[in-house]
């Protein structure tokens, strides 16, 4: 289950899961006259045990050494004009995943499990129907007003009802929400078969102040500070620029288990930089503090100047078990020239990433081949026996490959040689109906020829898709490449008003009602959903609802496999790459933990240690 608020960045996976503790009664006193007591604990996972014991007092890649102070500067791509994240208009600002908090936390080493934040315990019905969620008296917004269960049915209502499409997707199947007792907040399911939906509501329900968007418009962008209830507030703000957070004192969850020894930095301020090349400068001049290294050049080559000589700057690469989803170059099958599955097959030749790997990435990167990579349920090879079960009564739908074929993808020598590629592309056009005529590949039944534009807004990419549009070129197809500022590229994405983008699928450990999202028929029609392919399949759509009904971890692995599949034999997007680790540098006044977590690069547990900082202002007055 992707995390609403963490998708916004792309970078975390956020679940919800089943509580049940035995001292709950004792917070449910008035739930109980309603019949909604049950046992409860502290924590609790859809697949294993949970890690950590009720008495757990911190997380094990948290630590007590943690010191409070000090500044993190971040910096951000492109721009904002808006810090409402919950709505489709709008450049988004960063910071919002610091600034809300949820009902429960994931923890960051284990596989699918919570423990409790906002809600101090809940109650799941013994029909699977119902969830009763029961608040802890000491959760405050940060103007101290006590978040109660009115917000919470609020969030849930306003989310649903004016939210991102991604809200009515994930709370489909949830009918209601009643306030129960002085604490409680009941929320009551349509479909007890989908077993995630109390881990949809605990962690992708961010908590808004019924108070504050009274007041003001919550359907609208805007630049006015949130009131949020996590451990960070908005401080400056200038619009497109920078936003400072600054923590919040006293503030009510700093001793919970899940936050001990975390957001240790007094302030985080995000500077943002349209250049990428001005973003590294900045670093290098000590104007940033931390950069995640995403370009494989500078990573090999630009880390020579004269602070990461001297050590002031550190390097470092750490490898990680986050499920990677899949990036590419997706391809919009609204648009009628796309919608021919061997039109998309054929546009794939044209994608040399021996070439671009090896001229480009220095060789550090692999090719995705799967929508779930690096998981679990990345599908391989042929179907296994469940998979078929799932597959065969769509026998006649599907294509025959792939009951009898891996799925690969074309591959070259790197030379830059893509003769043979082009050869096998111009085949699929010709049974998809095209020909070339005068050098450009023309449909013989229109006479119209084949032309494709590809949006972006990571300069990055212009560079990367050069080579593609070259081979598209020596295909006969008119193919251009345009990149856009951030609020062009939100637009053109939320209104589907693209042939080929260029863009990212995340996925989690735990795959899930998200799903409808990305590959739902009724999100393909949904401005602002993540279905930018336009995928619109009754075999996917019950692909979804077998994974969301999974009864158990394997039986989730083996129907991921197989939506995996139809998607891969759909070619609805040409993959990309992408690495297992994470590379990144910083400046040398930094401590963190000895344990990392394996689901993030774990910086909230980092902290400035002053004699280091103190050494480092030393080293860079005395240069």
């Given amino acids: ?285 000590g104007e940033i503090d931390f950069r995640q290294e995403n370009t494989a050049k500078l990573w090999a080559t630009a880390y020579t100047f004269p602070a990461f000589q001297k050590g002031l700057v550190i390097k470092r690469e750490i490898s990680h078990e986050i499920p990677l989803g899949i990036t590419g170059f997706i391809l919009n099958t609204r648009k009628k020239e796309l919608q021919d599955p061997r039109v998309r097959e054929a546009i794939g030749y044209a994608l040399d990433f021996e070439w671009i790997n090896k001229n480009l990435f220095h060789s550090s990167y692999t090719r995705h081949k799967s929508y779930f990579s690096n998981s679990p349920f990345a599908s391989s090879g042929l179907p296994s026996k469940e998979e078929l079960k799932i597959l065969e009564p769509f026998k006649d739908k599907l294509p025959p490959r792939l009951f009898k074929e891996p799925f690969t993808l074309p591959t070259t020598d790197g030379s830059g040689n893509v003769r043979e590629n082009l050869k096998k592309a111009h085949l699929l056009f010709k049974q998809a109906g095209y020909e070339i005529k005068s050098g450009k590949l023309i449909h013989l039944a229109t006479g119209k020829p084949l032309k494709l534009e590809i949006i972006s807004d990571v300069p990055a990419m212009e560079k990367i898709s050069l080579n593609f549009i070259k081979n598209l070129r020596a295909m006969g197809i008119e193919a251009k490449f345009r990149l856009l500022d951030s609020s062009q590229y939100t637009e053109r994405t939320n209104t589907f008003d693209f042939d080929i983008l260029t863009g990212i699928i995340p996925q989690s450990n735990n795959p899930g009602n998200e799903q409808l999202n990305y590959w739902g028929s009724k999100a393909s029609q949904e401005p602002g959903s993540s279905n930018y392919f336009g995928i ?66 774990g910086i909230e547990s980092w902290w400035i240690d002053p004699i280091l900082e103190e050494k480092l202002k030393q080293a860079l007055k005395d240069s």
């Fill in 1 to 285: 289950m992707i995390s609403f608020l963490s998708s916004i960045f792309y970078k975390k996976k956020n679940f919800l899961f089943f509580l049940f503790c035995l001292l709950g009664c004792l917070f449910l006193k008035d739930a109980r006259k309603e019949g909604f007591c049950a046992p409860l604990s502290q924590g609790f996972s859809i697949h294993k045990s949970p890690k950590y014991p009720s008495n757990f007092t911190h997380f094990d890649y948290t630590s007590p050494n943690a010191q409070k102070g000090g500044t993190l500067r971040l910096a951000v791509p492109g721009t904002f004009d808006s810090l409402n994240p919950f709505i489709i208009t709008g450049v988004v600002g960063a910071g919002n995943n610091f600034v809300f908090a949820t009902l429960m936390k994931q923890s960051q080493d284990e596989l699918s499990t919570v423990y409790p934040y906002v809600a101090e315990s809940y109650d799941l019905s013994p029909d699977g129907r119902s969830i009763t969620f029961i608040l802890s008296k000491d959760a405050c917004f940060h103007d101290l007003t006590p978040i109660t269960p009115e917000d919470i049915i609020f969030s849930f209502n306003i989310l649903k009802e004016k939210g991102n499409p991604i809200f009515r997707n994930l709370f489909e199947d949830i009918l209601k929400a009643e306030k129960v007792g002085q604490q409680g907040v009941k929320f009551t399911f349509s479909n007890k078969q989908n077993r995630e939906l109390p881990l949809v509501l605990g962690t992708n329900l961010p908590i808004l102040s019924k108070a504050f968007y009274t007041l003001h418009d919550f359907s609208k962008p805007s630049l006015l500070p949130p009131l949020g209830a996590g451990p960070y507030q908005y401080g400056s703000i200038e619009p497109g620029r920078s936003i400072i957070l600054n923590r919040v004192p006293n503030w009510w969850g700093e001793n919970l288990p899940v936050n001990k020894y975390m957001y240790n930095f007094n302030s985080i301020k995000f500077d943002y930089f349209r250049d990428p090349n001005v973003a590294f400068e900045a670093f290098k001049l």
């Fill in 536 to 601: 619109s399949d009754p075999i996917v759509d019950h692909l979804i609802d077998l994974v969301i009904s999974a009864e158990n971890y394997e039986e989730l692995i083996e129907r991921v496999h197989a939506l995996d599949r139809v998607l891969l034999w759909g070619f609805y997007l040409i993959p990309h790459w992408s690495l297992k680790e994470f590379r990144y540098a910083y400046w040398n006044k930094f401590k963190y933990p000895s344990v990392s977590p394996l689901y993030d690069i």
